[in-house]
């Protein structure tokens, strides 16, 4: 079966730094995407890891442990703007496709 | 500049009737996708197209119908037989099946009056 597990909501301030960890059981795995939507919005691509390790692109970097089935987002620098709701999506083995989590909302505040 | 485009932004349907979602890509992609958001929760699959001309079912299909005429359209029609449509409606993109990730359209949001 597939499950996905993250964080429902995280809260920290202006200039911090978050990390959004996501677990996850898939049939099969190719990689691990993350998605950030903001309230009424469509979802905008925010990374892909195939391989372990950690990416890097600007304020966000995200992580991933293939053995552990495990992958994180973090978030340095932490701006107003960056408060919006964060999905985690494993591509799976079956058709292919990513499969979505339930999101994280994170909320930054002043 | 390339990307996707639905329409309407805002639907409103009668309960018995069908409504279909516009979904129109110019990104020359090969693989299109419906999901459907409810309130505070992820993206679930509908339907799904690898190439014109054929598409697959996702994990909440039942109630909804698409075609894949041409390379660049997936509209989505919401049946009468899908008792809950009330949601909002986002229509994806990707260069093939998988890849690395998916370019969204701003949704449709379809509310049952």
């Known amino acids: 079966g597939q499950s996905l597990e993250q964080p429902s909501e995280v809260t920290a301030v202006e200039g911090a730094i978050v990390q959004i960890n996501c677990t996850y059981q898939?049939?099969?795995?190719?990689?691990l995407s993350w998605y950030q939507q903001h309230d009424g919005g469509a979802p905008t691509f925010l990374s892909y890891?195939?391989?372990?390790g950690l990416e890097e692109t600007g304020r966000f970097s995200s992580f991933l442990s293939r053995s552990d089935s495990y992958g994180y987002l973090l978030l340095q620098e932490l701006q107003m703007k960056d408060s919006a709701s964060y999905f985690c999506?494993?591509?799976?083995?079956?058709?292919?496709?990513?499969?979505f989590g339930p999101g994280t909302r994170l909320s930054v505040l002043p | 500049d390339g990307g996707i485009t639905q329409s309407p932004k805002y639907l409103f349907r009668k309960e018995g009737q069908n409504v279909t979602l516009s979904c129109e890509q110019n990104?020359?992609?090969?693989?299109m996708y419906w999901y459907r958001q409810d309130p505070g929760q992820g993206l679930r699959l509908i339907y799904y197209?690898?190439?014109?001309?054929?598409?697959q079912k996702g994990d909440i299909a039942e109630g909804y119908s698409v075609s894949r005429e041409k390379k660049e359209s997936f509209p989505l029609t919401v049946t009468s037989a899908q008792k809950n449509p009330t949601a909002f409606y986002l229509c994806?993109?990707?260069?093939?099946?998988?890849?690395?990730?998916?370019?969204f359209g701003s949704g449709t949001r379809l509310t049952v009056v």
């Open positions: 994806a993109s990707s260069i093939r099946t998988g890849g690395t990730g998916y370019t």
């Open positions: 898939t049939s099969g795995f190719y990689g």
């Open positions: 890891n195939a391989l372990d």
């Open positions: 999506a494993p591509r799976d083995n079956y058709g292919q496709n990513f499969v």
């Open positions: 990104l020359n992609h090969d693989a």
């Open positions: 197209s690898q190439i014109v001309n054929d598409f």
